[in-house]
């Protein structure tokens, strides 16, 4: 029923001008950019976007930003797990505090992050001169542009496992120990299965994140076409040429790994909702 | 395998959770480790089994020193309170779990490993449940696989953290009793704590009385019942009606209320503890005590009438409490509002500073003289 919800003394008109009001501000904001990124991509036809796309550079930068969220992913997913066990399952002092820093990359402008990185391991900074006297260079090339990104990404993982592991409690694994079982048997056995989902969710969230980052990695890149160039930063260089077709038929492939990453997100968060089994009834009497 | 535990402490930041608790758990038996929340019996428990660490002191094992062998090689079976049966694991595979853990040498085969379970399953009465998650079991269905889960790799000692908290009060029962049977069966050593008073005295063979980190006392449940040491057990276990008074001449005063005590004692404040079943009721005072109450409520529920009394020209910090045989009830027929005496038949006096109670007996004071007081 259409009314179901409906609490009583509440004027139709409010509740139409409302939902009204967000499905009209989602329009404008949300949907008809989606839109426009693929009707500008497409408006000189099929065959002018297969040609940006397939084209020498913007290729390079889908390569290089796959490479750069292929490790990226797996590093933070390490990273965010050990920081979330050993915060929910241990007691220590400025364990709070941990807790609090690994936000910074949230607060903190990606910009800024890129500068600071740039700062400390540039050829000038601290620990990039003492690099750079074993010829080490980190700035400027993929080596920086997967700190940046690690820096920005890295509290995804962790974000999502805390509270789970948290709520869950460490009985479970407790139990796992007092029966004999291995350090690693209960991680894989235990811990792992309890915390799939929020884990999988972290990863989309980290990749998502990885692949459109923008601000800390043109810090430290030096858009160098062919080199050092993400897409994200590919699409700003195609649109300051003018080549304003090929900067969205590049946006419209980032628009694209966007959406799939909602999918995804929209499966697992259903999975999570799921009570954990539901086998068919098996009596046997 | 006995349990000797030996000046154990611990602390939890400022809170001194156990301070010098020296304990003798024997070999075979059933022991409660009994006490309020606070009073340290679970952080005592989660030493034994080595999911603590204690601040100071030993923890034996059948003689040998175990306080630095980790919880994985300790070889004890464990029961959570919350069960922590294995969420993603279905009943078989959860009860697998402490075999499949064994070190290769010593871990039986596939088939064996199978067969050991459909073996327990039997045991807890729920074979059909095997391919089951824990999600889809009842409560006391969890606590029986937590309990199989524990029992598989044949510990020596069984340690149970509030094994029946989460229960309701008739299944409870049914697992009280069945664990005891099972316990009877195999006799490996086990403790068990929790709060509730009846469950320490109707399970265990001996029970460890906690408070504030340090054990009260220790004693078979019958012992304990009949012979409290100090005001905390006794208040601890079931109810008890308390006079507090000062002892003038051979009598305990306080307002209208007074009780008889034999031989001379000196002027000093003192308190009589007095279990429900050691008074009884009269119509008119009693030549060696006048303890006027008033009914407050009648309780016929149970094998007994229980009867709750107000005090009457005098006071007590908790009403009075009354057992009365239902034969007894009908003929006397005493009913809410009127004014009747308690009359002591037995009584625990304790007085100043001293832990120790002294037992009055006012029924063989006319029989005899040779009643110690």
Same mark, same amino acid.
């Given at each position: 029923m259409a009314n179901a919800h409906r609490r009583v003394g509440d004027q139709p008109w409010v509740r139409r001008s409302l939902i009204g009001t967000a499905l009209l501000l989602a329009m404008f904001m949300l949907v008809i950019p989606v839109v426009v990124i693929f009707a500008q991509a497409?408006?000189?036809?099929?065959?002018?976007?297969?040609?940006?796309?397939?084209?020498?550079?913007?290729?390079?930068?889908?390569?290089?930003?796959?490479?750069?969220?292929?490790?990226?992913?797996?590093?933070?997913?390490?990273?965010?797990?050990?920081?979330?066990?050993?915060?929910?399952?241990?007691?220590?002092?400025?364990?709070?505090?941990?807790?609090?820093?690994?936000?910074?990359?949230?607060?903190?402008?990606?910009?800024?992050?890129?500068?600071?990185?740039?700062?400390?391991?540039?050829?000038?900074?601290?620990l990039g001169g003492w690099l750079a006297n074993y010829d080490v260079q980190l700035m400027f090339s993929w080596p920086g542009i997967v700190m940046v990104t690690v820096?920005?990404?890295?509290?995804?993982?962790?974000?999502?496992?805390?509270?789970?592991?948290?709520?869950?409690?460490?009985?479970?694994?407790?139990?796992?120990?007092?029966?004999?079982?291995?350090?690693?048997?209960?991680?894989?056995?235990?811990?792992?299965?309890?915390?799939?989902?929020?884990?999988?969710?972290?990863?989309?969230?980290?990749?998502?994140?990885?692949?459109?980052?923008?601000?800390?990695?043109?810090?430290?890149?030096?858009?160098?076409?062919?080199?050092?160039?993400?897409?994200?930063?590919?699409?700003?260089?195609?649109?300051q040429d003018y080549n304003v077709v090929g900067a969205f038929a590049s946006a419209s492939l980032l628009a694209a790994i966007a959406m799939l990453t909602l999918v995804v997100k929209a499966f697992v968060e259903w999975r999570q909702s799921r009570p954990i089994v539901s086998t068919p009834e098996k009596e046997v009497s | 395998m006995s349990i000797t535990i030996d000046r154990i402490s611990k602390t939890f930041g400022r809170f001194q959770a156990l301070r010098d608790v020296a304990l003798e758990i024997p070999e075979g038996k059933l022991t409660a480790l009994l006490g309020p929340s606070g009073s340290g019996k679970t952080t005592l428990?989660?030493?034994?089994?080595?999911?603590?660490?204690?601040?100071?002191?030993?923890?034996?094992?059948?003689?040998?020193?175990?306080?630095?062998?980790?919880?994985?090689?300790?070889?004890?079976?464990?029961?959570?309170?919350?069960?922590?049966?294995?969420?993603?694991?279905?009943?078989a595979e959860n009860i697998a779990f402490g075999l499949e853990s064994l070190p290769r040498r010593q871990r039986p085969s596939k088939p064996e490993i199978r067969q050991r379970v459909a073996k327990l399953l039997e045991m807890i009465q729920l074979p059909q449940l095997a391919d089951r998650y824990p999600a889809q079991l009842s409560g006391g269905q969890k606590q029986r696989v937590a309990l199989a889960r524990a029992l598989a790799t044949q510990p020596r000692i069984l340690l149970l953290d509030e094994p029946f908290g989460a229960l309701d009060a008739k299944v409870r029962k049914d697992l009280r009793r069945w664990l005891r049977a099972l316990h009877d069966e195999f006799h490996f050593t086990s403790i068990f704590v929790t709060h509730d008073q009846e469950e320490a005295l109707e399970l265990s063979d001996q029970v460890v009385v906690m408070s504030q980190g340090q054990v009260e006392q220790v004693n078979t449940p019958t012992e304990l019942y009949a012979k409290p040491e100090s005001r905390f057990v006794f208040d601890f276990l079931?109810? =008890?009606?308390?006079?507090?008074?000062?002892?003038?001449?051979?009598? @305990?005063?306080?307002?209208?209320?007074? %009780? #008889? &005590?034999? *031989?001379?004692?000196?002027?000093?404040?003192?308190?009589?503890?007095?279990?429900?079943?050691? =008074?009884?009721?009269?119509?008119?005072?009693?030549?060696?005590?006048? @303890?006027?109450?008033?009914?407050?409520? %009648? #309780? &016929?529920? *149970?094998?007994?009438?229980?009867?709750?009394?107000?005090?009457?020209?005098?006071?007590?910090?908790?009403?009075?409490?009354?057992?009365?045989?239902?034969?007894?009830?009908?003929?006397?027929?005493?009913?809410?509002?009127? &004014?009747?005496?308690?009359?002591?038949?037995?009584?625990?006096?304790?007085?100043?500073?001293?832990?120790?109670?002294?037992?009055?007996?006012?029924?063989?004071?006319?029989?005899?003289?040779?009643?110690?007081?």
């Open positions: 497409l408006s000189a036809g099929w065959s002018t976007f297969a040609d940006n796309v397939t084209d020498q550079y913007t290729l390079h930068a889908i390569g290089l930003t796959l490479f750069v969220a292929a490790l990226t992913v797996p590093l933070n997913l390490v990273f965010g797990t050990a920081l979330a066990w050993s915060v929910t399952r241990f007691h220590f002092p400025g364990r709070k505090l941990l807790i609090t820093l690994i936000d910074i990359p949230f607060a903190v402008s990606p910009v800024i992050a890129g500068l600071l990185y740039l700062l400390l391991y540039g050829r000038n900074g601290w820096f920005v990404t890295c509290p995804f993982v962790a974000r999502e496992l805390i509270p789970l592991m948290q709520q869950q409690g460490s009985e479970e694994e407790e139990a796992g120990v007092v029966l004999g079982a291995s350090g690693w048997r209960i991680f894989r056995k235990i811990t792992l299965p309890n915390i799939k989902w929020a884990l999988i969710y972290g990863v989309v969230l980290t990749n998502a994140r990885a692949v459109g980052e923008f601000g800390a990695v043109s810090v430290v890149s030096g858009n160098v076409r062919g080199e050092t160039n993400t897409l994200p930063l590919h699409v700003e260089l195609l649109y | 428990l989660r030493i034994i089994a080595g999911l603590e660490s204690s601040d100071s002191g030993r923890i034996l094992f059948g003689g040998e020193d175990v306080s630095s062998l980790h919880v994985r090689n300790r070889n004890i079976g464990f029961v959570f309170q919350h069960y922590a049966l294995f969420r993603h694991l279905t009943v079931g109810h =008890v009606n308390v006079l507090s008074g000062v002892v003038r001449g051979q009598k @305990l005063v306080q307002g209208d209320a007074w %009780v #008889s &005590l034999p *031989g001379n004692r000196s002027e000093q404040e003192a308190q009589l503890y007095l279990r429900p079943h050691e =008074v009884h009721l009269a119509r008119a005072p009693d030549a060696h005590a006048r @303890l006027p109450l008033r009914i407050d409520a %009648v #309780s &016929l529920i *149970g094998s007994e009438v229980r009867i709750e009394l107000v005090p009457e020209g005098w006071q007590s910090n908790e009403i009075w409490e009354v057992g009365m045989s239902h034969n007894e009830f009908a003929r006397q027929n005493p009913s809410r509002g009127e &004014l009747w005496y308690g009359v002591p038949d037995i009584g625990h006096l304790f007085s100043g500073d001293n832990g120790q109670p002294k037992t009055v007996d006012w029924h063989c004071r006319d029989v005899a003289k040779a009643c110690n007081i």
